[in-house]
């Protein structure tokens, strides 16, 4: 499994650190939707499913969590430490996000708008998905 991970150019100066995303540029499709999480409890787990067709750029803004990743044969655990860092998740993966610090904001940009029916949330079902769409 080959994990895509972006560095974003920061650019900086004594007032702070600025990172700036457009896409097609730095990120591989079009933004038709960006959510954050934060304040996630210890111990607590995100994420249990995969998408049919949407793609996903993950940056853990501030603090740091693990996500993992499973294309049905192969499952690979990434960091997410730093800020000018995105981690690519192609469609037709299984995805958990988990061990979020406490000050963690994890920010997904998304490839296409919100649509219940493009989640797969079902592990087995995920499997079979990830068989017929070698």
Sequence with gaps: MQVIKYVFQPHGDDRGQLVALE???DIPFNIKRVYYMYDTGEGVHRGFHAHKLLE???I???GSCKVLLDNGSEKKIVPLEKP???LYIANNMWREMYDFSSDAVLIVLASQLYDESDYIRDYDEFLNFAE???
Aim: aromatic residues 14%.
């Design 23 to 25: 896409e097609f540029k």
């Design 56 to 58: 996903q750029i993950l």
């Design 60 to 62: 853990c803004i501030h």
């Design 132 to 134: 017929e769409n070698k």
């Design 84 to 86: 000018y860092e995105g």
